[in-house]
């Protein structure tokens, strides 16, 4: 007989832990790929045991990734990344709403690209009893409408940024399409658009607990979006049309010219060149009294035009 808080070493060693053969593989290049909808049980074999699975995505839509089936001891913690480049992956979502033997569930929207589920458990609980993991893709031509875009000009190319979780409406289910844009806002969606890692920012009136902070860091880093001469950002500075025009050539490499003119862009305008380029490539027109309103404030409406048109040529309209 042991005494209270005595090891019984013999019955320690006689465990018999779950076998690794089958399971799912730790890393990226081995990634277990989920077929769409189909339901598949694994376990947390060992502490620290990490499962991932791979996702590929050629279309917008919704993704739902659920564990119907998660016993005791195993509480679920599930990362989703997405693949940068070669093997550069970040955490896009972090998943963990219940907690032990709680059935776990998340849907987001979603756009196309290479996605990763790494599942472990929370406390490093190991367990012979499996869990069930499903992923579901649905993609849909229905519009996605906001009620206070049901009639707007861009109501089509809101619906397929908004379908492809590039830009989001707000709590209450409005979009404000003809509300300014700021650059923090502008920094987080092209930063999320282009899937680069979040970064800290060199900005001085960037505070790190902003949430805005890794989004302008991330389009810092990569050269997308500068601050002003004195060092600042101003991230609740509401974006202009000509700075759209430079951030959208940059971050998309765009290149061509157009020898239309517009009466309010002057030869030495800073912005002229990049003006140009949108125009060459359809993405940017002017208005009817053939001026371009440089320095008028970009909506969130013109914005999810112009970002529409680069990624999808379909919304390009041609004469």
């Known amino acids: 007989h042991l005494g209270y808080g005595v090891v019984d070493a013999e019955k320690i060693l006689s465990i ?30 060992m502490p620290g045991d990490q499962d991932w699975y791979h996702l590929n ?46 059935e776990e569930t998340y849907s987001f929207q979603i756009a196309p690209g290479n996605y990763y589920l790494i599942v472990s458990d929370m406390n490093k609980h190991w367990s012979s009893r499996s869990y069930k993991v499903t992923g579901m893709f649905e993609s849909t031509d229905e519009l996605m409408i906001f009620p206070d875009s049901r009639n707007h000009w861009a109501k089509r190319e809101i619906s397929y940024l908004t379908k492809c979780g590039i830009i989001e409406g707000f709590p209450n289910g409005t979009f404000h399409p003809d509300e300014s844009i700021t650059r923090a806002q502008a ?12 970064n ?66 002057k030869k030495d305008f800073w912005a002229k060149s990049y003006i140009q380029t949108l125009v060459a490539n359809g993405i940017a027109v002017g208005y009817p009294d053939q001026t371009f309103r440089p320095t008028a404030k970009m909506t969130r409406a013109e914005f999810s035009a112009m970002e529409a048109r680069v990624l999808n040529d379909s919304f390009i309209s041609v004469p």
């Open 16 to 45: 018999n832990l779950p076998s690794t053969r089958d399971d799912v593989p730790e890393s990226f290049d081995k990634a277990f790929t989920l077929k769409n909808g189909e339901v598949y049980a694994e376990k947390i074999n």
């Open 57 to 102: 995505v050629s279309q917008c839509g919704k993704m739902t990734i659920r564990f119907p089936e998660v016993s005791s001891p195993n509480d679920l913690h599930t990362v989703v990344g997405v693949q940068l480049k070669d093997r550069e992956i970040y955490a896009k979502h972090v998943v963990d709403d219940k907690g032990i033997g709680g």
């Open 187 to 198: 920094a987080k969606i092209i930063s999320e658009e282009l899937r680069l890692p979040p």
């Open 200 to 265: 800290e920012s060199d900005f001085p009136d960037v505070e790190s607990s902003k949430w805005y902070a890794p989004y302008v860091g991330a389009v810092e880093k990569a050269g997308i979006i500068i601050g002003y001469p004195d060092g600042e950002f101003r991230p609740e500075k509401t974006l202009s049309r000509a700075e759209m025009a430079k951030i959208l050539v940059k971050a998309y490499a765009l290149t061509g010219d157009s020898s239309q003119t517009f009466t309010d862009v």
